[in-house]
């Protein structure tokens, strides 16, 4: 399968620069210091959560806050990765390498994709190894734990989805990233120009807003609802991206 | 079988107002090296994007190997190995590495890949540089690298673009003897600035100016074109009267250059300068200078393409 050679390829590409390094090293350091902070907090109020009788346990107090923090800091970092995916190459002129090979655009597009997803996968397995430390001594709601995993998931191949597309309007990396960074960050706060008010507009944006749909995987709450908006997300920006890389070849 | 692997028809392609190539139409058999010339901006390489699908044509139809490309780009794209201007080279990869990725793209089986590395390796005198990463060589290594990259597949048409830049004249003879070698088993389109690589390895030239096509010939009748020649004499008593030298055998006409000079223009199968020189001693007119003249590619070049110019000039 073409597809998984040029995922592979892409794989490789980016562990062979020291930004895939460096941003594995630092966002796991961050990570864990949140993580041993939480942690911290949930020894002071362990007596007192007992003495309450209160059903919030480690999950809820640990391993949650850290995948909300954990999406933060990735809305920061997947801007750095996806940046050079496409830029990169139309500026190394190696992008006709790939066209003049015998492979459509939708399979340079989805290697592509695929090649970031993977080093995604590693990122999210490391951060999951943190919260998954804490079975050594403690019990963990598991289910709550898959829940937000899957919505970390699905927010990184999101993010990422974006990222490919601005990568692919542009040849200046440093512009695809601070776009990506911009239009990611707008999706997650669209939701706060709808305030409190319960009109139709504010529905609309709480209804666009990458925020919202993550926050409720994170309680828990599998939606089928909140699966279909990060699908859709993903989707369009793929073929967006295509068809970006198409045009190109056509008419201008 | 037919044996003309590259068949282009009508082909345009417009950006915006701009007609960079304009209704080109060719063909190449196997077993040809094309040469494609042309002044800088003339079009090559927009026809080259589009022989290699980088680029759509606005109009017209490219047929590799028998297969058209713009309905079945997937197959005819695998007849086709291309080098670009800039060569497509990841800097961060080694060259075992690079080539090995670029036989897995060509579509060539895992077990094989090993052998076509080794093979485009050799063919282009890599073999010392496999281990190497390719941002660490030279901009010789790096075209070599690109060569490669474009034969790995054995495809049917090979299409480079000034494959012999940036290289020392070593580079360039032993580039120039891979390309000739390429042209026994495959279609070759080479662009070029460089008009005596074009004597040396091509069997056909085209010459390309603003779009259009305005030379196409194999490589043997412009020769033969070319020797309508001439010789150069002076004179220090120019002769007042050159009837005795248009009489000469061969002769066909005469031009004075001034200053005792005089251009003798003769066929293609004649040898008038021995009797010419008999003539100027038994006349006593002291001759000083005698050189034979040929017309070289370039003054074809430079004719044709100035030519062009002009009349796009005249109607403006």
Same mark, same amino acid.
Not at chain 1, 36 to 47: D, G, R, T, V, Y
Not at chain 2, 194 to 218: M, N
């Given at each position: ?9 892409? %794989? ?101 994709? *695929? ?16 919260? %998954?430390?804490?079975? *050594? ?73 990458? %925020? ?41 | ?6 068949? =282009? ?52 139809? #490219? ?24 060569? +497509? ?12 990725? @670029? ?5 060539? +089986? ?23 990463? #390719? ?34 004249? #070593?580079?360039?003879?032993? #580039? ?7 042209? !026994?088993?495959?279609? =070759? ?73 005089? !251009? =003798? @223009? ?51």
């Amino acid at each position: 399968m073409m597809v998984f050679t040029l995922a592979a390829h892409e %794989l490789r590409r980016l562990f062979l620069s020291p930004l895939a390094w460096a941003v594995l090293a630092v966002v796991q350091f961050i990570l864990a210091w949140m993580f041993l902070a939480q942690i911290e907090l949930f020894m002071q109020w362990q007596p007192r959560l007992q003495q309450l009788d209160s059903p919030r346990g480690l999950t809820d107090i640990v391993a949650v806050p850290l995948l909300g923090n954990a999406a933060i800091v990735l809305l920061l970092v997947v801007p750095l990765l996806t940046m050079r995916l496409i830029s990169d190459e139309r500026r190394g002129q190696t992008l006709s390498l790939l066209i003049s090979a015998p492979l459509t655009m939708t399979e340079i597009v989805i290697g592509k994709y *695929l090649g970031l997803l993977a080093f995604l996968g590693i990122m999210l397995v490391l951060i999951a190894a943190m919260p %998954l430390s804490l079975l *050594l001594g403690g019990g963990l709601d598991l289910g709550l734990l898959a829940a937000g995993l899957l919505g970390l998931a699905l927010l990184l191949a999101s993010f990422a989805a974006l990222g490919l597309f601005m990568s692919a309007l542009t040849p200046q990396p440093t512009v695809a990233a601070v776009s990506t960074f911009g239009a990611l960050l707008l999706l997650w706060i669209l939701d706060w120009a709808g305030g409190l008010a319960e009109s139709g507009e504010s529905a609309l944006l709480r209804g666009l807003s990458l %925020l919202r749909h993550y926050e409720s995987l994170l309680t828990g709450a599998v939606d089928s609802r909140d699966l279909a908006y990060f699908v859709l997300f993903i989707l369009a920006f793929l073929v967006l991206s295509i068809r970006r890389l198409d045009s190109d070849r056509l008419q201008n | 079988m037919d044996d003309t692997l590259i068949r =282009v028809e009508h082909l345009s392609r417009h950006f915006g107002a701009l007609r960079a190539v304009d209704g080109v139409s060719f063909e190449v058999r196997r077993g040809e090296v094309l040469g494609f010339l042309g002044p800088n901006g003339a079009g090559k390489s927009t026809t080259m994007q589009m022989l290699t699908g980088n680029l759509a044509p606005t109009t017209g139809r #490219i047929t590799l190997n028998g297969i058209d490309l713009l309905e079945r780009p997937r197959a005819a794209k695998a007849c086709v190995g291309y080098l670009p201007e800039q060569p +497509p080279l990841y800097r961060e990869l080694t060259v075992d590495e690079y080539l090995a990725l @670029c036989a897995r793209l060509n579509r060539i +089986p895992r077990r094989e890949a090993r052998a076509a590395v080794g093979r485009a390796k050799s063919r282009c005198g890599l073999e010392s540089a496999g281990g190497r990463l #390719i941002g660490n060589l030279s901009k010789g290594y790096q075209q070599r690298v690109g060569i490669a990259q474009a034969i790995i597949h054995t495809p049917p048409v090979v299409i480079l673009d000034e494959p012999t830049v940036g290289l020392d004249p #070593i580079q360039i003879r032993e #580039i120039r003897a891979l390309i000739a070698e390429l042209g !026994r088993e495959h279609s =070759v389109i080479l662009s070029t600035h460089i008009l005596p690589e074009v004597q040396t390895v091509c069997s056909r030239v085209l010459i390309i100016d603003r779009g259009r096509l305005v030379l196409s010939e194999s490589l043997e009748d412009l020769n033969r074109g070319l020797g309508e020649t001439g010789l150069r004499v002076a004179f220090e008593q120019p002769p007042a009267d050159t009837a005795a030298i248009a009489a000469l055998p061969g002769v066909t006409s005469i031009q004075d250059l001034g200053d005792g000079r005089l !251009r =003798v @223009c003769h066929g293609p199968d004649a040898e008038p300068a021995a009797a010419l020189a008999r003539l100027a001693v038994e006349r006593g007119w002291g001759l000083t200078e005698l050189s034979p003249e040929r017309r070289t590619l370039e003054q074809v070049f430079v004719e044709l393409v100035h030519q062009d110019g002009n009349r796009a000039e005249n109607a403006a």
